[in-house]
């Protein structure tokens, strides 16, 4: 069965950098589009990011522009999203998700039918 399990998450200073990493298992990863959202307490859930199957290509939200770099290994079935220069305001819970639509590799959630159960960042 699919599976996305995240890790990486942890509390940071403002200012510091983490990665986030996502294991894929029970589908043809290579062929999904893969995507990072997170949501806050009292907020709705926002995409992040997102890459094609390939890796050739990537969007991000306004954001997090310059500053989050979203990247996939296909040989290890492994998403990453590194974080740069946090904001107190990064703070939620991420969730990776796939996409089966490889050509349809937006940052709208309703296109994502896969979720991992999250891992959370806290920047102070």
């Known amino acids: 069965h699919v599976q996305l399990v995240e890790s990486g998450g942890a509390s940071v200073r403002s200012g510091e950098s983490l990665e986030l990493s996502c294991q894929a298992s029970?589908?043809?990863?290579?062929?999904?589009?893969m995507g990072w959202f997170r949501q806050a307490p009292g907020q709705k859930r926002e995409a992040v990011a997102a890459?094609?199957?390939?890796?050739?290509?990537?969007i991000y939200t306004d954001p997090v522009q310059g500053r989050f770099t979203i990247t996939r290994d296909n040989s290890k079935d492994t998403l990453y999203l590194r974080m740069d220069s946090l904001k107190l305001e990064d703070t939620a819970m991420y969730y990776c998700?796939?996409?089966?639509?490889?050509?349809?590799?937006?940052?709208?959630?309703?296109?994502?039918?896969?979720w991992g159960q999250g891992t959370q960042v806290t920047v102070s």
């Open positions: 029970g589908f043809t990863y290579a062929t999904y589009c």
């Open positions: 890459i094609s199957p390939g890796g050739g290509s990537s």
């Open positions: 998700a796939a996409n089966p639509l490889g050509g349809r590799c937006f940052l709208n959630d309703r296109f994502f039918d896969h």
